[in-house]
């Protein structure tokens, strides 16, 4: 079975389910050039819980996870099957990693999984595994988390993280397309520059290393799906960045993709 890279996501504002713009061109001609997975599993920004939780349903429901949305995005459903042996497997493969997860037989599908799915396959013919974050443990724990899940690379099964690569909403109407924020450009050059240099120990530092690490995140939840990525593309991670924009003059739409092999993992 072909090996699969994995994938980290910025699915932006939930409007981009209806006005996909750049990353939506972006991810049609991304998913041209895959595989096709017999299944993803897809750690999403909006799945926050202490410890790692994993999806059981056998058919997900589609979440509405915001408000103040036009009704058209409310009407959106996709109605992709889950897996439940997949499930299990996501979980015995956390277990063995000392990172002990509970299966969630009702979690259905947040925004941060279908709107970056529908423009990938719109078809909702593949099924999906969500997977949850730990906000409060930090890039490390999501590191180890996607180590944990690099076998389902040669299994057929697409590892996503879906966040942001800048996410700071007190800055919602503060900038425009005709006017960037400072501080965005500079982190996404750092971003791509660690990244290409596979220096993983300033990539798990960066709250300290990266200019402007505080306003690009406030909070973390929307970078930590990036460190699944990266971990479940093993070393050397061979990242590949996929420039989908800045939308609203806040919001970079990177994408990433990493070839790596899942066998040499060597960062401890």
Known sequence: MTRLPTLYISHGSPMTAL??????ERLAELARTLPRPRAIVIASAHWLA??????????PETIHDFGGFPQA????????PGD???GARVADLLQAAGLPPQLDPQRGLDH??????RL???DADIPVVPVSIQPGLGPAHQFQLGRALAPLRDEGVLVIGSGSITHNLHDWRSYDEARQAPYVQ?????????LAAEDVDALLDYRRQAPFAERAHPTDEHLLPLYVAMGAAGTPMHAQRIDAGIDMGFLAMDIYRFDGAPGALTHE
């Open 19 to 24: 006005t996909p713009g750049q990353v939506g």
């Open 50 to 59: 202490r410890a790692p939780l994993v999806g059981g349903a056998a058919m």
């Open 73 to 80: 995005l409310f009407d959106i459903r996709y109605p992709a």
């Open 84 to 86: 439940t042996a997949l």
């Open 112 to 117: 941060g999984v279908w709107v970056p799915l």
């Open 120 to 122: 990938l396959y719109p």
């Open 186 to 194: 500079p982190f996404i050059d750092w971003v791509e520059q660690r």
